[in-house]
């Protein structure tokens, strides 16, 4: 194992940015930012044994802070849409910043994914390990207290990425942290995704209004939402469904079985790669890529609570409190088949 860093260049604001690249025994590796926490890239083999990299990303910081895609970053404080920019705490409204329509996404104009982290790295015989740091200031992008933020990407020689995520607060505030990865397991990032096998352990998922807005919870059956068994993910995305219209293609939160491992099976027939994912928490919001330049090139797998849990009242709605402390940690196993 071993991890090298490089310079990925300076922000607008004159930060400077790092590289970080962990690579195992055999040959596999993941490149992390300072900048977002983004994993800007996943090489791992084939059934051929060609290593080739899985998520999208840039070549460029520019680009990062120029687009909105969040490529690979952390999104927060909160993943995810917040209805009217607004939420309400002990009988106070506080105003986020709205950065789609009246709505906040994925932690607002500034969020998670536009700041730079401090990085520490550490090594074991099997794996290596980077551990990134972001304090978010009171008020920033509208929320409320300071809250100190952890996120750790540890990669082995079996060609897992395990993600843990902490944070503690000094007040009370809504947290929805998240990886968003764009996955295409061909290893050509032109090519769509749409020929890709996805499977879920679930049996509901949450529909979504015109803003892609918690609206219901529903059952899988009978509906192009139902993956428990692996189906291709272009067999039923055209087809005329209201929540199909509504997200553009899939982008909705599934409600995942508990004690079923994988949670979540992607795969390419094509190249023989796989991800198996298994999470701590209850949902995964697949999004299809819908909106990209380049349409469907990418998959996210977002592991996650349910989004805007303070406006949606068929799920607990959800902060952090001071004295808590927030945990979620997500597994990603590459293989071949």
Partial sequence: MNIKSRNFGTTRDGIPVLAYTLTNNQGASVEILTYGAAIRSIQVPDRQGRLQNVVLGFDNLSDYESHTSFFGCVAGRTAGRIRGASFELEGKTWKLSPNEGPNTLHGGVRGFDKKVWSAAESMGPDHAALSLNYTSPPLEEGYPG???????????????????????????????LTNHSYFNLSGD????????TLQIAS????????????????????????????????????????????????DHPFLLEPGVSPSILLADPAS??????????EYVVVYSGNQLAAPRTGICLETQYCPDSLHFPLVPARTLKPGQVYRQKTIWRFGVS
């Fill in 146 to 176: 300071e809250l100190d933020v952890n996120v750790n990407y540890r990669f082995d020689d079996s060609n897992t990425l395990t993600l843990t995520y902490t944070a503690t607060t000094d007040q009370e505030t809504p947290v929805v």
């Fill in 272 to 281: 023989g790669r796989t991800l198996a994912v298994d999470t701590t928490e």
């Fill in 189 to 196: 990032p032109s090519a769509d995704v749409l020929s890709h």
């Fill in 203 to 250: 049996r509901q998922f949450v529909s979504i209004d015109g803003a892609s807005l918690p609206q219901d919870i529903l059952n899988v059956e009978g509906t192009p939402f139902d993956f428990r068994l692996p189906k291709i993910v272009g067999r039923d995305i055209r087809v005329d469904h209201p929540q199909l219209r509504n997200g553009g293609g899939y």
